[in-house]
């Protein structure tokens, strides 16, 4: 590692602007992009409306910098020291502050949409009230939700619009009905969302362990990388979401719609989709060992390239025009099942 504008000596503010060339964008074209700039806060100590993007200050010392204004949406200030920080109308959308530190920042007006707010401190921050709440939603759950009322919560979530990585722990969200925010990250664990509708909405890498999520509709959510272990979501409407790489093992997903979903490299492990329908779902490398699909109806769907159908149960399954390799045969039951040319399979 060695550090960018050695030069600037003793000069405290060298250590604003200076940091190893891990911090610098990796391509060529994009360090010329914001090279300009950093000789601006370099020089001048100043950077307002300045265009930083996506750039990465990981680590970095940025104590009193005026950033008011700036273009910071995407950037990882992830450990950052931004202790007095002028940040004023300055557009964040999606940056990680993760563990940063904004003791006494200004954050009058700024765009907070997305942000990750794990670990940070904003003591004696300038920070609206919304964005205040829901770095205390994410930091101190236990403490928010102590001092308030369920349906204060309730009223409260309809008024963001994003609350990424934010704590729902054991909460009963029922009455919330419908939800409109991104809530990428966030922890439902044990939570109440029976019945609540969250289509279209974006919950990728968030947690859903031994979740209530019975009639509730995810249709077309973004769940990446989302964990359902032990979830009782029977009747869930999955259909057209987003589930790559989701961990749905031992998942009671009995009845389940999840028709047109994309399953690649999903975990079934266990999980009981007794009467579920997956027309047209991507199975590609998903691991479907010892789950249950009895009366299930996959008719259509290429089960050639899932990672195992060992000990799996599609008894009474509907699997015309389903895609089989003839030892797939061998490994799962198929007793009572309308096979891919169309007759039944003797028990």
Known sequence: MFTLFKFCGRLRFCLLVSFSCSFVLSTTSALAQHIGVIQQLRTSRHCPACNLERANFQDAYLRYANLAGANLAGVNLKSADLRQANLRDANLTDADLRDANLQGADLTDASLEGVFWAGSNITQANVATRWRLVWEMINQPETLFQETSNSALITYLATVTSVAGANFRYRDLRPLSRVELSLRGANFNGARLDGVQLQHQNLDDSSFFGTYLHDSDLSNAQLRNADFRYASATNI????????????????????????????????????????????????????????????????????????LAQADFSEAQLQGVQLEPEQLKQAIFCGATMPSGIVHRC
């Open 237 to 308: 409407n999955l259909s057209a979401a987003h589930l790559e790489a989701a961990d749905l093992s031992q998942a009671n997903l009995e009845n389940a719609l999840l028709d047109g979903s994309f399953l690649e490299n999903a975990n079934f492990r266990g999980s009981q989709l007794a009467g579920a329908t997956l027309l047209g779902a991507n199975l590609n490398n998903a691991n479907l060992f010892n789950a249950s699909f009895r009366g299930a109806d996959l008719s259509g769907v290429d089960l050639r390239s899932v990672e195992s």
